[in-house]
């Protein structure tokens, strides 16, 4: 099983950096160059800070969103402080339940 993992997670990386990558690198060069060409620099500057976001989630996904990444890690962390309180544990379940 854990022959076909790694033949799986370095064909992602693979297909990341040769194909993915520089495709986007390239589609995001001819937009900016367009509006750039067109002087429509407002369009230009939404289009930059979603590039960026586009760029950080196929680049650095897996180390934001995966399993150890920085923002699973933070949100299993908030999620660990939050009280839960539940109905039936507290005084006032029936009252709550039967309105």
């Known amino acids: 099983m854990e022959i076909t993992t790694l033949a799986l997670g370095d064909l992602v990386n693979t297909a990341i950096s040769d194909w993915i990558g520089p495709v986007l690198v390239g ?6 160059l367009v509006l750039l060409w067109k002087r429509q620099f407002a369009g230009f500057l939404t289009f930059a800070a979603m590039a960026v976001l586009a760029a950080l989630f196929v680049f650095f996904g897996g180390d934001l969103f995966g399993k150890n ?10 999620a660990k402080k939050i009280n839960a309180i539940h109905l039936t544990d507290t005084t006032y379940a029936q009252d709550f339940l039967t309105r």
């Open 27 to 32: 589609i995001i060069a001819v937009v900016a």
């Open 69 to 78: 990444g920085n923002i699973s890690k933070a949100g299993k962390s908030v």
